[in-house]
């Protein structure tokens, strides 16, 4: 890799070496460098961490902090081989990077739904940036995806009603499932973090009704793993990254319940239109082509984001 200039901006390596301290290479010899979008949110955040591990790794995140937190990164703020950059991916980036993991997106429904529009820019201009900037710099992009464009599926033939079945262009593309784990935000509006949260306050459990309708969750360890691996190997996707595990709403409520706080009611809530009823990967794709299978179950991911909720609520072990 080039050297850096003092805006962040590679120069090309045919200049010659730049004095210090602007040289990086006086601390480290780093050969790969990464930009993380959205890096500062849950998933996100766990990459990085990943990432960091490896010695060999320059990690560049770019956040707005709509959902996300620095809070998240504390532990690199200040070390060398990490960059943290306030930045809306609706606006033109330019870093020269090697690699570029594009996740900025709100993901919660309450947080998606508050503003469509800046929604529908984030994911079609700011892709289209990260796409540009990508092919700028020759930079191999995986793009997140998630399991919400399967919809509730239909099949053959397609009548109009059928919401239809994209093409998606030959890059990374990990199709995320519900994922869960300890930093999601605590007023995410999700369901994992929704019923940890009101266990461990002593409120009822909110299932949205029926409550039969399922989900398949997928520990963050196992799926940055997954993106690690997609990233890393020669396939591009779409590739389902989730957790085969299926549960109904109904069946995590008293999972959770029975984990964290046995007193705690199950209410019936009303639902948001349209909620798929049933979700399950089919991870077939990422066995075969990334070796890829998810190794916690939900009965032990579970109690490690309660650890992580406890501590950020202030609820002592034990109610
Ligand atoms: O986590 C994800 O991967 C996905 O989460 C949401 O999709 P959704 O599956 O609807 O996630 P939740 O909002 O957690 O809802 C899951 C199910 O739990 C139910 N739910 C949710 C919240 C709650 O308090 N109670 C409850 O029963 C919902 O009705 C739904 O059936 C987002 O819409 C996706 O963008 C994201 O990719």
Redesign the pocket.
């Known amino acids: 890799m080039a050297a850096n200039s003092s805006n962040g901006d590679h120069v090309a390596s045919k200049q010659p070496p730049l004095p210090s301290p602007l040289r990086f290479s006086k601390f480290f010899q780093s050969n790969m460098r990464i930009l993380v979008t959205g890096g500062a949110g849950f998933i996100g955040s766990h990459l990085v961490d990943r990432l960091m591990e490896n010695e060999k790794n320059e990690v560049i995140v770019a956040d707005n902090y709509f959902t996300g937190s620095k809070d998240n990164l504390k532990k690199w703020i200040g070390h060398p081989r990490f960059e943290l950059i306030r930045h809306d991916v609706t606006e033109p980036l330019l870093v020269e990077v090697d690699q570029i993991y594009h996740l900025a997106c709100p993901?919660?429904?309450i947080f998606?739904k508050y503003n469509p529009v800046k929604t529908i820019k984030t994911n079609v201009i700011g892709t289209l940036n990260m796409l540009g900037l990508a092919k700028r710099v020759g930079a191999r992009i995986l793009l997140t995806s998630?399991?919400?464009v399967y919809g509730d599926p239909l099949i053959h033939p397609q009548p109009e009603s059928y919401w239809g079945n994209v093409n998606p262009i030959e890059i990374r593309i990990a199709r995320?499932?519900?994922?869960y784990g300890p930093r999601m935000n605590i007023d995410d509006?999700?369901?994992?973090s929704?019923?940890i949260a009101q266990a461990l306050r002593g409120e009822s459990l909110?299932?949205?009704s029926p409550?039969t309708?399922t989900?398949s969750f997928c520990y963050v360890s196992d799926l940055v793993d997954g993106l690690i691996r997609l990233m890393g190997g020669s396939d591009t996707g779409p590739i389902n990254l989730g957790n085969p595990g299926e549960f109904t709403?109904l069946e995590l409520a008293e999972t959770v319940k029975e984990l964290i706080n046995p007193e705690v009611e199950i209410k019936i809530v009303e639902?948001?239109p349209d909620?798929?009823r049933q979700?399950k990967p089919d991870i077939t794709k990422a066995k075969e082509l990334l070796g890829w299978e998810p190794q916690i179950k939900l009965c032990d991911g579970l109690p490690l984001m309660q650890e992580d909720f406890r501590l950020r609520l202030g609820i002592d072990n034990k109610n």
Do not use: C, H, L
């Not at 995320?176 to 994922?179: E, H, K, L, Q, S």
């Not at 509006?189 to 994992?192: A, F, I």
């Open positions: 993901a919660s429904p998606y998630t399991s919400e995320i499932f519900n994922t509006g999700r369901v994992v929704n019923f909110t299932v949205q409550g309708q989900r709403m639902n948001t909620d798929p979700r």
